[in-house]
């Protein structure tokens, strides 16, 4: 989820770069925090995001 993914130039039919997550995750982290997932298929997602002081 966190790796980052780049589309290749045939994709003109679907959004955004693939690099959100990562780069949340990145900025996140250069601030001394965490982010933990949890997923259930079907049933959706939890993202946790803690800063400690």
């Excluded at 990145?26 to 002081?53: C, K, L, N, W, Y």
Aim: hydrophobic share 30%; proline share 4%; net charge negative.
């Amino acid at each position: 989820m966190f790796e980052r993914y780049y589309r290749s130039t045939n994709t003109d039919d679907a959004r955004g770069s693939g690099l959100g997550m990562s780069i949340s995750r990145d900025i996140i982290e250069a601030h001394g925090g965490m982010v933990e997932v949890d997923s259930v298929p079907g049933h959706g997602t939890v993202i946790r995001i803690q800063f400690t002081p």
